[in-house]
């Protein structure tokens, strides 16, 4: 447990007691340091609320709660301590809806890790106000509704990170943040895989960022064939575009992709054959095109894939869950953002 003694502390600046065995509830009496500005505690076994009292650490700059067991509301007085940077109570069982104003009660965030919750409602547009922020993470919640389409006007954004809510309407109008985002040269993660988008994929996601590395929305249901505009995303590592519409054949543009380790096309109505061209991918470890209408025939009649691509031994049915799509997401996520966290902890102290 930890002691409400350390409430004591009054010339505290710093207080880091992640990745232990802590079990009890936080501490009310830390609400009496006033001169803390780092405070974490995630990666324990901690229970109960967060409570109100830390509202009034006004200097505080780094918030960190993931990987614990704690529940209930986050209080409204927290989202208003605007030295806030960085934001993360990733993996919880929270509820609650996010305060309109977020963006205007904090104009300093650059780090919003809200995934693996019970949150719900829609994603406020007032986010766009904090524009210093380069990770916006709300994934595996509740929230519905459209994506601001104003997220574009962050300059500094590098991974938003939307899967497994209820966004979007099914509409061909779902999609309409996307043109948005081309103003954000940075970015370099943009996941919105299982949720309601609809229609086609907008011609503008070829101007996304040459950063962009991994590109996730399978589990939709967007139509239409695979755009070859997506051969402009030159640094994609992931592509994930499984459990969605899409029909017609497999864009030969898609060989362009050297440094592409991982493709999933499965579960739509794709046909043609595997083009030769996805033999130049010698850095790929996992292909999966299972669940099409495919003659699975290379150009010259038979399956001609080189060295470094390899497909899936997997029996189909074992993949063709949604839930097994939102495993390999939370997969994604452990590389990609807890890794994050942790190295923002470093920062900071």
């Known amino acids: 447990m930890i002691p409400w003694e350390l409430g004591s502390l009054m010339t505290l ?9 802590l079990t009890g509830v936080i501490p009310a009496s830390f609400g009496n340091i006033s001169s803390l500005r780092y405070f974490s505690v995630g990666d324990n076994k901690l229970m109960g609320i967060i409570p109100h009292d830390l509202g009034r650490l006004k200097r505080l700059k780094f918030f960190e709660v993931e990987v614990n067991n704690l529940s209930g509301e986050i209080p409204l007085s927290l989202y208003n301590i605007s030295s806030m940077s960085f934001f993360a109570v990733v993996k919880n069982h929270f509820k609650g809806t996010l305060p309109p104003n977020i963006g205007c009660t904090l104009p300093n965030l650059q780090e919003f890790h809200f995934g693996l919750n019970e949150f719900s409602g829609m994603i406020p547009g007032s986010f766009a106000n904090a524009t210093r922020l380069q990770l916006l993470d709300v994934s595996s919640n509740k929230f519905y509704g459209q994506v601001p389409a104003n997220l574009g006007s962050l300059p500094d954004l590098r991974r938003l990170v939307l899967e497994n809510n209820s966004l979007g309407n ?14 954000c040269s940075q970015l370099e993660i943009l996941g919105f895989a299982i949720n309601n988008f609809g229609g086609a994929l907008p011609n503008s996601i070829a101007n996304l960022s040459t950063h962009l590395t991994l590109l996730l929305l399978g589990g939709n249901h967007i139509s239409g064939n695979i755009s070859a505009t997506l051969e402009n995303l030159v640094n994609l590592t992931i592509l994930g575009m499984s459990h969605n519409l899409f029909t017609g054949d497999i864009r030969a543009s898609l060989g362009k992709f050297r440094n592409l380790q991982a493709l999933d096309l499965s579960v739509n109505t794709l046909s043609g054959k595997i083009p030769s061209s996805m033999g130049n991918l010698t850095r790929m470890f996992e ?11 290379g150009d ?7 060295i470094g691509l390899a497909c899936s031994e997997e029996s189909p049915n074992k993949r063709i869950n949604i839930g097994d799509v939102t495993r390999e997401l939370q997969h994604i996520r452990k ?12 920062r900071f102290t």
């Open 13 to 21: 600046v710093g207080l880091g007691l992640a990745i232990n065995n």
């Open 170 to 183: 099914y509409s061909a109008n779902s999609l309409d943040f996307i043109p948005s985002l081309i103003n």
């Open 287 to 297: 292909l999966y095109l299972d669940h099409n209408r495919r003659n699975y025939g």
């Open 300 to 306: 010259n009649g038979g399956i001609e894939i080189e």
């Open 335 to 346: 590389a990609y953002l807890d890794v994050n966290i942790r190295g923002q902890r470093n």
